[in-house]
């Protein structure tokens, strides 16, 4: 069945560093593919979508680009602030279902 | 008032006591979920009503049961659950129908402890 992996966490920054938070996914046809991100003590928001391969999801600074030919959408952000720690999850629509990685958290430090 | 609400925040019971958790949306949508989240797993989707129907279990054991009495309500009721059972329950909404573009509302989870 259509599935989600995304990296183990923590990942652990220094303020303004570069973020990647790799993401691939498994499923037939063709998948949405969505990051949520969940601060401390919320539920989880919408961060970005693609809804088809090359698309470019972009928000808040946070960028993802729809990658078929490597069944990827990784999350990438230029310079992370503290604001930004959180947990994020990487998800997949297919065939009626919403799809959700294990999610992965990140901790930024001054 | 934030867009859903879920109560209570923490619940702490034992394994033969019967409780419940609230879900209230104030968004207009007609779609609701509830979500298992435990640690290192992935986000576990347990329920989805659209316009009141459930139209979705995922094969969740008969100690939790669903009920949704309106489009804005959302209840899971507890029963006889096991201590595998902590985690936090998440409720979602969405407007009625998956669609590729679909996002989902997410209430902030009710911390749940099976002693």
């Known amino acids: 069945g259509d599935s989600v992996t995304q990296m183990e966490g923590p990942v652990t920054l220094s303020e303004e560093a570069f973020l990647t938070i790799n993401c691939t996914y498994t499923a037939t046809g063709y998948p949405s593919l969505f990051w949520y991100v969940q601060y401390p003590g919320e539920g989880l928001q919408l961060l970005l979508k693609a809804t088809k391969a090359d698309d470019k999801g972009s928000n808040k600074g946070f960028e993802a680009t729809y990658r078929k030919e490597t069944t990827s959408f990784h999350l990438e952000k230029g310079s992370v602030q503290v604001s930004d720690s959180a947990v994020y999850f990487c998800?997949?629509?297919?065939?009626?279902?919403?799809?959700f990685g294990t999610g992965t958290r990140l901790q930024v430090f001054p | 008032e934030t867009g859903v609400t879920q109560t209570p925040r923490h619940l702490v019971m034992g394994m033969t006591n019967k409780k419940s958790l609230k879900c209230e949306q104030h968004l207009g949508h007609n779609a609701m979920y509830w979500y298992k989240q435990s640690a290192k797993k992935p986000l576990e989707l347990m329920f989805v009503y659209n316009f009141k129907e459930q139209t979705e279990n995922n094969s969740v054991p008969s100690r939790f049961s669903p009920e949704c009495p309106n489009s804005s309500h959302l209840f899971l009721h507890l029963h006889t659950l096991q201590p595998e059972d902590s985690a936090l329950y998440l409720c979602a909404s969405s407007q009625a129908g998956l669609t590729p573009l679909l996002e989902l509302f997410f209430g902030e989870g009710s911390r749940l402890t099976v002693l």
């Open positions: 998800a997949l629509y297919n065939t009626d279902k919403l799809i």
